[in-house]
């Protein structure tokens, strides 16, 4: 499945149409954060994850959205099911954010 870009304009319309979701917050100038975008793809790709919904938010440019997941940390991701927040997590592993997605199956 593609990586869904969002904004503030898109962000809830993507947590109400999707009932598992993941979000990669990132900004352009965080290395770490391009670093990881090969890894969310392949993560995107991954058999095991076809009904979860992965969706990349320029954390500069998406405060609402950033707001709502309490981004602390660049990369951030966040899991959410039914459009609430499961569960966040800081990291630049592979293996953090595959044991946050499959929180939403918890």
Known sequence: MPVIKATD?????????NQKVVVK????????CRLFS?????L????????????DVNAENSPEARKLAGVTN????????????????AASK???VRDLIHKLDA
């Open 9 to 17: 304009t898109d962000f809830s319309n993507i947590l109400g149409a």
């Open 25 to 32: 917050y990132y900004a352009d100038w965080c290395g770490n």
């Open 38 to 42: 090969p890894k969310f793809k392949r």
């Open 44 to 55: 995107s790709d991954d058999e095991q994850f076809t009904d979860v919904a992965f969706v």
């Open 74 to 89: 660049l990369p951030f991701f966040a899991v959410f099911k039914g459009g609430q927040l499961v569960d966040t997590v």
């Open 94 to 96: 592979e293996e953090a």
